[in-house]
């Protein structure tokens, strides 16, 4: 078993949660431009006073309930006090610029490096105008005039408060995720940065590095107990990068055995597995209805050919008996989101009714605005501790997807 680094230990959906990894949202959010929305995978601009006050009510309960609460942006800032790792940061970021001119891309680093941590953390996830870099006439080329009308040298970062996306623990090691659109990975890439150097990660072992070629998404990774992995395949997470992970997964960790693969329909609505089937319980499931029905299931298992990376794969037809049979279990209950009723369901899917947080078995964080679908939740016992949630909802997130847990307790 890999015994890597005991400050990540995730071999549950469930186990009562004792270290989360949160974003707070920030400015990088005031820096979306409604011409630029679809870019930024926004179809809104929240408003951010609002969404910090929800956000810290979040991190509040979820203190309450035990568990500890770090930020990716303190993390950052306490890498980039040590000058090699600045230096490190600066020039993988400088190295991405969408900027022909080497002039102007040494103009940006040393502007860069003259900042002190915190200011440069704080421009790192909010971005780097064209007009926060100085200019004189003489030293604009045309195509500054031209070609170059949108305002960013680097742009900001505002899906960064849905941490789960860009990392995911399996047992004692971190994913850090490719991910599938360019607004989101330099995301990764500090995260990789952070698990690289900061002392919570000392001897963390990665089993997925932020560049590699096929996307693979955290919202599509479940960890639903030590053997077995449900991973989502959709428009976020390639079939490939899938096969990537489990062959890595049953070569390296003795206790994973099975990757159950779920294919979803690959629409903006579906974009991650989490945002249609969560985990409330040990035996209980939260579902967008008509799911279970369209979706496509496939088991991997070590073995098999080698042109297939040592994984053998069989097809499964129905989802509740799939995942008793792998978690070992007489029967499974998959709850039905909107109480079952497809209008409600189809409402308060879009307001992420589906995106549940467990922070131990049976107890889960929701937002409050999702009436139908807690109340549904309790009828099934499941304790559900509400969030609101009008302006984080505005990213297509829910408290799933705004956290990266990194340690839990057995579920025994």
């Known amino acids: 078993m890999d ?74 800032e306490d890498i980039l006090e040590a000058g090699n790792v600045k230096e490190a ?44 870099v100085p200019h004189s006439e003489a030293e604009k080329r045309l195509s500054f005039y031209i070609k170059d009308e ?17 990392g995911t623990v399996i047992g004692t090691r971190l994913s850090v995720n490719t991910m599938k659109a360019r607004a989101r990975k330099r995301e990764s890439m500090l995260l990789q940065h952070i698990a690289e150097h900061h002392p919570r990660f000392r001897g963390c072992k990665l089993w997925h590095s932020h560049n590699e070629p096929d996307s693979i998404e955290g919202g599509d990774i479940l960890v639903l107990s030590d053997s077995v992995i449900a991973i989502g395949c959709s428009a976020r997470t390639s079939p490939e990068g899938i096969e990537t992970l489990a062959s890595r997964l049953f070569a390296e960790d003795e206790t994973v055995r099975e990757v159950l693969v779920i294919q979803i329909p690959f629409t ?50 129905n989802l509740a008996r799939t995942l008793a049979k792998s978690l070992k279990l007489p029967a499974v209950r998959l709850i039905a989101t909107g109480g079952g009723d497809t209008w409600s369901a189809e409402r308060e899917q879009w307001n992420d009714s589906t995106n549940t947080l467990a922070i131990a078995p049976g107890k889960v964080i929701t937002y409050r605005r999702n009436i139908l679908s807690n109340e549904i939740l309790r009828q099934n016992g499941v304790e559900v501790l509400e969030i609101a949630g009008s302006e984080l909802v505005r990213g297509r997130g829910g408290p799933r997807c705004m956290s990266m847990p990194l340690r839990r307790s057995s579920t025994g």
């Open 268 to 317: 903006r609505a579906y974009m991650h597995l989490d945002t249609v089937f969560t985990m409330v319980d040990v035996d209980k499931f939260t579902i967008f209805p008509g799911i279970a029905d369209s979706a496509h299931i496939f088991r991997l298992s070590p073995g098999g050919q080698k042109n297939r990376g040592g994984i053998r794969i069989s097809q499964e037809k």
């Open 150 to 166: 949108y305002p960013f040298y680097i742009d900001p970062l505002p899906n960064l408060y849905f941490s789960r996306d860009y």
């Open 89 to 132: 940061v600066i020039a993988e970021i400088t190295a991405g610029l969408r900027v022909n001119s080497a002039p102007l891309k040494e103009d940006i680093r040393a502007l860069l490096a003259g900042m002190p941590p915190r200011e440069l953390t704080a421009t790192l996830l909010s971005g780097l105008s064209k007009k926060e």
């Open 3 to 76: 015994t890597q680094n005991p400050a990540l230990q995730i071999r549950s959906e469930v186990g009562p949660l004792k270290t989360i990894l949160l974003h707070r949202p920030g400015g990088e959010l005031e820096r979306l431009i409604p011409k630029y929305l679809d870019e930024m995978l926004f179809e809104d601009i929240p408003y951010l006073a609002q969404m910090q006050i929800e956000h810290d009510k979040f991190a509040e309960v979820l203190r309450a309930n035990g568990a500890e609460v770090l930020y990716f942006e303190k993390l950052l």
